[in-house]
């Protein structure tokens, strides 16, 4: 992704305002809602084929897109995008080389659903198994049942031939050592007493300001880092992923010519979860819902706020009662601002993108806040024919910050990441 936080003006968080609704040219209206065929209205307005992702799902999507103007399934074509991400040992979100749970075991989620035949797969908690998103559909073709999980879920796709590997990568196994270390002053990682290196640790001293402290931290965790063998050029983004544990997902819906439709959500979940924790992605009506008579959505972002919203499903309802993707979307957004009584203390460490795909070709990418601490501005990936990235709408204007908690990062420290 080229775009960066470099010259995005940083608004506060507790200053957020709501942004309007209305932009993605969206018009509301169910499209051919409640199954009826052809309100003819909007269906010449918008484009098709076309595939909406999230942004990792940037350098994948001219494939897909040529694949569905082939003729391609719209299933298929989603699969496609978010094969790359998983394949890709670099993306720490997603597949091979995602970020581990808190012991250092990486645990995989995905589901997807098939409009055509109204059908959809999923799989939790998965171990040593890259492609999750293809056993999900696997899943979905070759059983009678929806989920699976963990140990059978795996078991399943060892006898579907999905090869077993392991998706520590040697550089997601030295950031969760970073990340053990750097909580190590509170539990049994990192060096013991009898260590010669041990030193006690720092008292905070008296009015020392925070960012000096922060970059006492962040030169500690750089120097941890050395002594873990990460090379200079991922220390930094090491570091980062320390202090900002990211939460990246990828979500794809697809649609072609004919108006079929379908989507697909695939994750390693959070950063440093407790094993077992499976979060939106893998269920049906959060992480991702498609619709054949009304459209697809997915989404990435706190799984936890994200299940207690059906999110992916809430929009689809509400699309078929009329609402554009953008206001399906935001309305998803204030239940979830509901569920936390508009308490902006607690929301600031909440956030959630959802990516909207109505039938007939109109889409929105609409955000809790514009980015994460220390991040981008959230963005959706298109492709009608052209390529782009767009910058999501923002219920709130600002950024959200990580849960747990820690000591706010100060803005000149955060800008050593940008
Ligand atoms: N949205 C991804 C997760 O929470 O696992």
């Keep these: 992704m080229s775009v960066t936080r470099r010259d995005f003006v940083r608004t506060s968080v507790l200053g957020a305002v709501a942004t309007g609704i209305g932009a993605h040219g969206a018009a509301s209206g169910p499209p051919n809602g409640n199954g009826a065929q052809g309100h003819a209205s909007a269906n010449d307005m918008y484009k098709r084929p076309i595939i909406i992702t999230a942004h990792n799902g940037f350098n994948y999507i001219d494939d897909a897109y040529a694949f569905l103007k082939n003729g391609g399934d719209t299933l298929d074509a989603a699969l496609r995008v978010v094969k790359g991400p998983e394949d890709d040992p670099k993306d720490t979100s997603v597949g091979l080389g995602g970020l581990p749970n808190e012991e250092g075991v990486v645990e995989l989620d995905s589901c997807c659903m098939h409009g055509p035949t109204r059908r959809a797969g999923s799989v939790g908690g998965v171990r040593n198994i890259k492609n999750v998103s293809l056993v999900a559909k696997a899943v979905m073709e070759q059983t009678g049942h929806v989920m699976l999980v963990g140990e059978g879920a795996e078991r399943f796709a060892v006898a579907m031939g999905f090869p077993r590997e392991n998706l520590l990568t040697d550089h997601s196994r030295k950031v969760w050592l970073l990340w053990k270390e750097y909580h190590s002053t509170t539990d049994w990682w990192g060096p013991a007493l009898a260590d010669p290196h041990w030193q006690p640790p720092q008292e905070q001293p008296e009015g020392k300001p925070q960012s000096e402290l922060w970059q006492e931290r962040v030169r500690r965790l750089e120097k941890h880092a050395a002594n873990l063998g990460i090379v200079p050029e991922l220390r930094r983004d090491a570091v980062y992923k320390v202090l900002f544990p990211p939460t990246g997902t990828i979500h794809c819906s697809a ?121 981008h501005p959230h963005q959706i990936v298109v492709h009608d024919g052209t390529r782009r990235a767009e910058d999501a709408t923002a219920l709130f204007q600002g950024f959200s910050r990580d849960f747990p908690p820690d000591p706010k990062v100060p803005a000149e420290v955060q800008k050593q990441f940008q």
């Design 255 to 375: 649609l072609n010519e004919k108006g079929e439709i379908s989507g697909c959500t695939t994750t390693s979940g959070l950063a440093y979860k407790l094993p077992g924790r499976v979060g939106d992605s893998p269920i049906i009506g959060a992480g991702c819902y498609t619709d054949q008579d009304v459209g697809s959505a997915g989404a990435t972002g706190s799984g936890e706020e994200n299940i207690k919203v059906a999110g992916a499903h809430t929009i689809i309802e509400n699309m078929r009662h009329g609402m554009s993707p953008k206001e399906a979307g935001m309305d998803a957004l204030q239940r979830i601002v509901r569920n936390y009584n508009h308490d902006m203390k607690k929301l600031q460490f909440v956030d959630m993108i959802y990516y909207i795909l109505r039938r007939d070709g109109a889409y929105a990418g609409v955000s809790l806040w514009t980015g994460y601490e220390g991040g």
